[in-house]
Nanobody, 121 residues
Framework: QVQLVESGGGLVQPGGSLRLSCAASGSIASINAMGWYRQAPGKQRELVVAITSGGRTNYADSVKGRFTISRDNAKKAVFLQMNSLKPEDTAVYYC???????????????WGQGIQVTVSS
């Protein structure tokens, strides 16, 4: 069994900051790309940012310069530092990871349960 568990969401005023964390656990052989997606009410889930195991990143234009992704491969964790938050950043944020399970010769895409981020005054 593999799990992704997110933490760090909440309510913040416009211009504020939040840091999301996501930790993977279970029978994991290796993790390739990790990332964060978000889904606002009435909208489709969208990529926020992804990071490869080697550290290459791909940011959505809407968050460039404000959000920063990082990962700790030893801890099987990924983080999202969100600064200068705007009301339009309000959404449920999902952690995503491409994981090879021990004994399984292909990777599978796993999702966290989602965590609410609300930006409002």
């Amino acid at each position: 069994q593999v799990q992704l568990v997110e933490s760090g969401g909440g309510l913040v005023q416009p211009g504020g900051s939040l840091r999301l964390s996501c930790a993977a656990s279970g029978s994991i052989a290796s993790i390739n790309a990790m990332g964060w997606y978000r889904q606002a009410p009435g909208k489709q889930r969208e990529l926020v940012v992804a990071i490869t195991s080697g550290g290459r990143t791909n940011y959505a234009d809407s968050v460039k310069g404000r959000f920063t992704i990082s990962r700790d491969n030893a801890k099987k964790a990924v983080f999202l530092q969100m600064n200068s938050l705007k009301p339009e950043d309000t959404a449920v944020y999902y952690c995503n990871a491409a994981i090879y399970k021990i004994g399984v010769p292909y990777e599978y895409n796993y999702w966290g349960q989602g965590i609410q981020v609300t930006v409002s005054s």
